[in-house]
């Protein structure tokens, strides 16, 4: 896979042409708002880092510039104008409509899961399927977390789950010795 | 190999192609692929193509010329032994020729022999295929065959892996392994893949045992990489561990972003001095200690903030009012800790320039 070196260097690169972006607004920013701006821009980075070819990061970059978010300007700030924002892969038509189908198809699943499990409730006591739906929470909530969950299936929803743990990880990592950068400087 | 070439084209013989002159213009498409595949230097992203071609390279341009049709060309691969159930296929041409243009270039060590040749087998064949083929028309995929030299590599050889270790669990053999290797060597540039056409239900179950093993060798992966999830066993519990893993994560960022925001009056901190010096050199771990020791921080409410910061850590949390929100405070008793550890650290610069180095 890439190696982690490149990708910590391309995110901290971006994440400071973001950050520089952001300088304009106004001066005394409280705390939560500089908190705010890092943290967001951090994330944007990470997202664009994987140069969409994967979902979360899709997911993570349209749900910042979304219409009904709050910190919607900053978001499109931080990614630059229009222009230069990097061409993420095309999403085929085919995958919206699939997306849909997914949602769709879960909802009956669903509805048809609480019938069945209203029908023969006694039954639940087979090993299986109470292996099943405690796998099946966690699922649900694996997918709350990762953004943009809710449209992945089984296999993809793994493989989801470990590039963004990945990210995330890196992510930390450089968090954590730019904080540490600061400080040396601090004491100096 | 010219003995088997010779049975398997008696064999070819036998099955009755549905679409024959589906066969003889997708065979024309193919082999201008395998003409330009060929021809193509052994270059390093190209390595693994050569490779794959340099057994039935000769065997192949022989093949070619011959007018047969394209299953021909698959009996001209060099793990022919493999190909041999594969001719039996009692339907559905679309998928032979699907079978055919991928199994040409299973060149690499796929040396399990075809035994059986039950239609379990391939029933199972198409089903797999079925799960593994690409949304995309059959063209598209011909044409994504060059674009296998990407630099992912490693990622295609762990799926290929995986492949491998479900087919050794299983009874039935290689030519699913090839397929599924091929095709996800030529699906690399799409994300999602299902099929969706139906079949017997037979072939649900198998499919649905394909896909199940897919989910495992994933799983595995998982397991390897969240700490301490290796001696877990059950879906369940690795699960649980997966998701606090990633919750930590978030948590962490959330906090480090917080911790930055508090360092530092402006939001692009020291940055600007930071890399000014270093304008235009690329980034790197060395440079980092050498980049901020010969910084003058002009600001001295800065050294205020982070004496502040670093005396609130010993308080309780919940009692400061500059960290009043709720979602701030978790992030703080969880990791306090490690803060802790990490500012009595800072004292000494030498030791924090090797962290540093080692961190980056």
Not at chain 1, 92 to 116: D, F, H, T
Not at chain 2, 5 to 20: C, H, K, L, M, Q
Request: positive net charge; contains cysteine; charged residues 25%.
């Amino acid at each position: 896979m890439r190696s982690p070196f490149s990708l910590k260097q391309e995110f901290l690169k971006k994440w400071i042409l973001g950050l520089q972006r952001c300088r304009s607004s106004k001066k005394n920013m409280s705390i939560f708002e500089r908190k705010k701006v890092i943290k967001l821009s951090a994330d944007v980075a990470m997202a664009s880092a994987r140069k969409g070819t994967t979902c979360w990061s899709r997911a993570l970059i349209a749900d910042a510039v979304k219409e009904g978010n709050a910190d919607k300007h900053l978001a499109e700030k931080i990614l630059g104008p229009a222009s230069e924002r990097q061409p993420t892969k095309k999403v085929p038509v085919g995958a919206m409509a699939y997306n849909k189908r997914i949602r769709s198809k879960k909802i009956l699943e669903r509805s048809s899961v609480i019938r069945r499990t209203i029908k023969c409730a006694p039954q639940a006591a087979r090993p299986s399927s109470i292996v099943k739906t405690l796998v099946g929470k966690r699922r649900q909530i694996l997918r709350s977390l990762i953004p943009g969950g809710e449209f992945m299936n089984g296999v993809s929803l793994i493989e989801e789950t470990l590039d963004y743990m990945i990210s995330l990880r890196a992510q930390v990592d450089v968090m954590r010795s730019l904080a540490s950068a600061s400080k040396l400087v601090n004491l100096n | 190999m010219e003995s088997n070439a010779g049975t398997t084209e008696t064999r070819s013989n036998v099955t009755v192609p549905d679409g024959g002159e589906v066969a003889a213009f997708e065979s024309l498409q193919f082999t201008d692929e395998i003409h330009r595949l060929i021809s193509a230097p052994g270059t390093d992203n190209a390595s693994s193509f050569t490779a794959l071609l340099e057994l039935p390279a000769t065997q192949v341009v022989d093949l070619l010329h011959s007018p047969e049709s394209v299953k021909l060309i698959v009996a001209s691969a060099p793990n022919v032994e493999d190909f041999k159930g594969s001719f039996h296929f009692p339907s559905n041409t679309g998928l032979i020729q699907k079978d055919a243009r991928f199994s040409v270039f299973s060149g690499e060590g796929n040396n399990k022999n075809e035994k059986s040749n039950s239609p379990e087998m391939t029933s199972k064949n198409s089903s797999a295929n079925l799960e593994k083929a690409v949304k995309s028309e059959p063209a598209e995929t011909v044409s994504s065959l060059p674009l296998v030299s990407d630099p992912t590599m490693e990622n295609r050889n762990i799926k290929r892996k995986d492949r491998e270790k479900k087919v050794k669990g299983s009874t039935k053999k290689s030519k699913t392994a090839t397929n599924e290797r091929l095709e996800d060597a030529e699906k690399l540039p799409y994300v999602h893949v299902r099929a969706r056409r139906g079949q017997a239900t037979d072939s649900h179950s198998l499919a649905e045992r394909a896909r199940r093993e897919k989910i495992n060798a994933r799983m595995k992966l998982l397991q390897e990489l969240v700490p301490g999830c290796n001696k877990i066993s059950g879906t369940a519990l690795v699960l649980d561990e997966i998701i606090n893993h990633v919750q930590s994560l978030q948590r962490q960022v959330e906090f480090l972003s917080m911790r930055l925001a508090t360092v530092n009056p402006r939001i692009d901190f020291n940055l600007d001095s930071l890399f000014t010096p270093e304008s235009g050199s690329t980034m790197d771990g060395g440079n980092f200690p050498s980049l901020v020791t010969p910084l003058i921080w002009p600001d001295v409410q800065v050294n205020g903030y982070r004496k502040q910061f670093q005396h609130q850590w010993h308080f309780d949390t919940l009692k400061q009012p500059i960290w009043g929100r709720e979602e701030v405070c978790n992030n703080y008793v969880t990791l306090e800790n490690s803060l802790l550890s990490c500012d009595s650290s800072a004292n000494s610069a030498t030791l924090h320039a090797n962290q540093l180095k080692m961190e980056l």
